[in-house]
């Protein structure tokens, strides 16, 4: 793909689509473990940060998993509900 040069008037999001999200929601049949390994398998982050994702998602519900491009959440998403874990993809 070829971006326009100089062109300050260009909609990034015409070029790539607008962003989206990757919702995890808060899962009672999975230990913490597995919901943080299958994060980090999703996204390819360290434990630290899935970790933090799982616990947000356990606190308040749900947590963001990732903003990225429309295919790139979905992706994840599928990955995450590979074992039964409950996602959601939403224009961010």
Do not use: Y
């Amino acid at each position: 793909m070829h971006l326009p040069e100089n062109d300050t008037n260009t909609d990034i999001g015409s070029l790539f689509g607008h962003p989206h999200k990757c919702i995890l929601f808060n899962d009672d049949n999975h230990s913490q473990e597995e919901v943080a390994s299958q994060i980090q398998k999703a996204i390819s982050c360290d434990l630290g940060k899935a970790w933090d994702i799982m616990m947000t998602a356990h606190n308040t519900g749900s947590a963001i998993v990732m903003t990225d491009s429309k295919e790139r959440c979905e992706l994840a998403s599928s990955i995450l509900e590979k074992i039964g874990l409950a996602t959601s993809v939403e224009e961010a």
